[in-house]
């Protein structure tokens, strides 16, 4: 593993109304942040999504910039390496449970409010390693990327598949994040258990 570069140093649960009117768009609440330990850089500008390993060290921490003028290309800055990292909300997740792989984590923030365990996975692709590892840990893994990448979430549920994971595909328009906790619970359901609908 690379050694990691520290997240700013002066962050802080005291957010600007920048983030809490986009957090709003998103049916989020500070609360939200709070209770999943994300926090704000005021020097920055940044809202800072941190993941801890087994003693409280942070190991993966992701950036998205809030500074006027930030390009939509660089949003992002992702500290460490999130191939060796499982990310989650709710962060203690439990074996046999339900897996939801979406881009971003606010979307997999929101896919925990619905009952589910959102995997952020910082981008559209997985490595064969991390998905081996990934696939052990659930029962079902459901794919639910942005709608450009539904080629991306068809391949990768045949690779979960191949591993013995029962795997599923939710294609939307818009981003899960976009979606009511209601309506996200709805898909992921629809998805895993046809029969119920």
Partial sequence: MEK??????????????????WIKKYDLKVEDLIRNNIKWSP?????IYLFYGRDEEVILWQARNFREGTTHKSRFFTGGTPEDVIAAYPPKQTEGEIGVFVEDCISALKVGRAGFIGVPCFSATISPRKLARISKRF??????????KYKEAIKQKQRTELLGTKSYVIYTE???????????????????YPDES
């Fill in 4 to 21: 990691l570069r520290s997240p700013p140093e002066d962050l802080n649960f005291e957010f600007g109304n920048k983030v809490i009117e």
């Fill in 174 to 192: 818009l981003d899960p994040k976009d979606y009511s906790i209601n309506a996200i619970n709805r898909y992921v359901r629809r998805a895993v």
């Fill in 139 to 148: 029962d079902h893994l459901v794919w639910w990327l942005d709608s450009d």
């Fill in 43 to 47: 020097s920055r500008e940044q809202l």
